[in-house]
């Protein structure tokens, strides 16, 4: 069982960097895929950056290039930089495992406005 707790967000302007960190607990962290989601107003949650075990990472189209994810199992942390940040980022982030069980956090919100 992984429990995390997000941090880092806050408000960006467009063109603006910030980075987020997930802190795991449980002995077992190591071993999960893990994944950061988001979920903008009105819309479903979605996955947009995700990292195996082995620290094998892949990404939504719509962020590839500008975001980055990594993990420090020592730490037991999963962080995402995200870069280039532009008004349709603007959501509240999730991590969890991935493929996600249903136990998710409170989030970080991140906003993006001039």
């Known amino acids: 069982q992984v429990q995390v707790v997000e941090s880092g967000g806050g408000l960006v302007q467009p063109g603006g960097s910030l980075r987020l960190s997930c802190v795991a607990s449980?002995?077992?962290?190591?071993?999960?895929?893990m994944g950061w989601y988001r979920q903008g107003p009105g819309k479903q949650r979605e996955l947009v950056a995700a990292?195996?075990?082995?620290?094998?990472?892949n990404y939504a189209d719509s962020v590839r290039g500008r975001f980055a994810i990594t993990r420090d199992n020592a730490k037991k942390m999963v962080s995402l930089q995200m870069n280039s940040l532009q008004p349709e980022d603007a959501a509240v982030y999730y991590c969890?495992?991935?493929?996600?069980?249903?136990?998710w956090g409170q989030g970080t919100q991140v906003t993006v406005s001039s």
């Open positions: 990292i195996t075990s082995g620290g094998r990472s």
């Open positions: 449980g002995s077992m962290f190591s071993i999960y895929a």
């Open positions: 969890n495992l991935k493929p996600a069980w249903n136990n």
